[in-house]
């Protein structure tokens, strides 16, 4: 089982999304809220059955975890 406790105040890096990274499960667009290249900090992370989502620091919304490394 995964620690949620763990991921919370790690830098992941965007790396971009695709459509359906976007569109799978009710992301939020990163288009003019994210930079390609650029470091956030996880506030919180939410797992479900078939996908992870990361909520950021300073940052409104949900994101793909797969948009990020």
Known sequence: MINREHYVGMTVKFIGCSREQIKSGGNTDPKG???????Y?????????????????????????????
């Open 41 to 69: 900090i996880v506030k919180k992370l939410e797992i479900h059955p078939a996908r992870t989502q990361l909520v950021l620091e300073g940052v409104k919304g949900k994101f793909n975890s797969v948009c990020f490394t």
């Open 33 to 39: 809220l994210l930079k390609e290249g650029k470091e």
